[in-house]
């Protein structure tokens, strides 16, 4: 049983190019979460997606935006890169119905030069 | 923003010793869940204490919660090599929704 995958492992970018991150969860959840982890620091909320809704937003700016797909898989879109937004994007994968953990992917790293 | 401090941020043990690490958090909560972090994975959740417990065990593992003063502590008991990781505590606020606030974490190194 596949657990959640994400691709690529690894990108390099440029300040003002747009990055696509990928996201399979695990069989049978439906609820798919990003965060982003700066070097050194905690996981950062950035959304979540249920239905292929976003239903709830963490504290950051409209050049992040995601969509969930009809079979749960999520993309997580990042517009205008700036410098800071480099660090290892997780993805994380739960079934809504009654409280289970999240299960995190392994990340993708971003670099932006 | 993160939900709060985790102290200390790293700690250096041998092998055979507890490792104790804590975390203070800012607002109500439903529950507090504890994640393992290895160096350039994923997070792995170890357990979860409710808001109205104030201790649980599973395996080596200890965690309390004390609501009073908005702070919990995860024990590691008889550490192993294999137990270096960054350890992060984690609160979903008062939502329940998923939406999980993480502190900064603490870095634990168990030496053979």
């Known amino acids: 049983d596949a657990g959640v995958t994400q691709s690529p492992t690894h990108l390099i970018k440029t300040r003002g190019q747009q990055v696509t991150l990928r996201c399979s969860p695990k069989?049978?959840?439906?609820?798919v979460s990003w965060y982003q982890q700066a070097l050194g620091q905690g996981p950062q909320f950035i959304f979540q997606?249920?239905?292929?809704?976003?239903?709830q937003r963490g504290n950051f700016p409209d050049r992040f935006s995601g969509h969930q797909f009809p079979n749960y898989s999520s993309e997580l879109n990042v517009n205008a890169l700036l410098l800071g937004d480099s660090a290892l994007y997780l993805c994380?994968?739960?079934?809504?119905?009654?409280?289970?953990?999240?299960?995190f992917g392994d990340g993708t790293r971003l670099s932006i030069l | 923003s993160q939900q709060g401090e985790e102290d200390p941020q790293a700690l250096s043990i041998q092998e055979g010793e507890n490792a104790t690490m804590n975390c203070s958090y800012k607002?109500?909560?439903?529950?507090l869940q504890w994640y393992r972090q290895n160096s350039g994975r994923g997070l792995v959740h170890l357990i979860l204490?409710?808001?109205?417990?104030r201790e649980k065990h599973s395996g080596r593992l200890r965690v309390t919660l004390d609501t009073s003063k908005k702070s919990s502590s995860l024990l590691i008991t008889a550490s192993r090599a294999a137990d270096t990781a960054s350890y992060f505590c984690?609160?979903?606020?008062?939502?329940?929704?998923?939406?999980?606030?993480f502190g900064q974490g603490t870095t634990l190194q168990v030496k053979p």
């Open positions: 994380a994968s739960s079934f809504s119905g009654g409280w289970q953990p999240q299960h």
């Open positions: 069989s049978g959840h439906d609820t």
């Open positions: 997606y249920y239905e292929e809704e976003e239903r």
């Open positions: 607002t109500s909560i439903n529950n």
């Open positions: 204490i409710r808001s109205n417990e």
């Open positions: 984690a609160t979903d606020g008062s939502s329940n929704t998923g939406k999980l606030i």
